[in-house]
């Protein structure tokens, strides 16, 4: 009878173990299944914002290369804007400037950059000098509307020039 409860008592306490082991594996597979679900999301949120960064460098390009366009043709624009007007400021000097038109309606220093603005009723005269040197000499001018299109026809540059009194 003894060795009966002996064997019968050391059953229950060996299953009772066996109990408190399951449930240690069972926390230990919870716990890894968890990482490694939150393994696989996180590489599925960093395809995801891969994919974002790819899409995002495409829509820059594209708008790079609209700027781009744009810059050309505002280009293209000024150049015949120069080539079309009877009255050339390149090369003038401020105080030649002052004398044609007065006191400007802006004037504005940036960087190595000094430029005047001169606002008519519906034109406004943009000249830019070199900041950097003794005598300040026009080195570009260009004229614009007043929502800052760049006046690209004849009529509406002697339009202009008119409105400053430098035209008949």
Not at 33 to 44: F, Y
Not at 52 to 76: A, F, G, Y
Request: hydrophobic share 35%.
């Amino acid at each position: 009878m003894r060795i009966f409860l002996f064997l019968t008592l050391s059953l229950l306490v060996w299953g009772c173990s066996t109990v408190e082991v399951t449930k240690e594996v069972i926390k230990v597979t919870n716990t890894v299944t968890d990482k490694v679900k939150d393994s696989v999301l996180q590489k599925e949120e960093d395809t995801e914002s891969i994919v974002e960064e790819i899409v995002e460098e495409k829509e820059i390009e594209e708008e790079i290369e609209i700027i781009e366009e744009k810059k050309e043709l505002e280009k293209n624009i000024i150049e015949n804007q120069q080539k079309v007007a009877d009255i050339n400021f390149i090369g003038k000097s401020e105080n030649t400037i002052f004398e044609l038109l007065g006191e400007a309606q802006l004037s504005r220093i940036d960087g190595s950059v000094y430029t005047l603005r001169y606002d008519g009723d519906n034109c406004r005269l943009f000249l830019f000098f070199n900041q950097e040197t003794n005598i300040k000499r026009v080195e570009y001018f260009e004229l614009r509307n007043n929502k800052a299109e760049l006046l690209n026809s004849k009529d509406s540059l002697e339009s202009c020039y008119k409105k400053f009194g430098l035209l008949n």
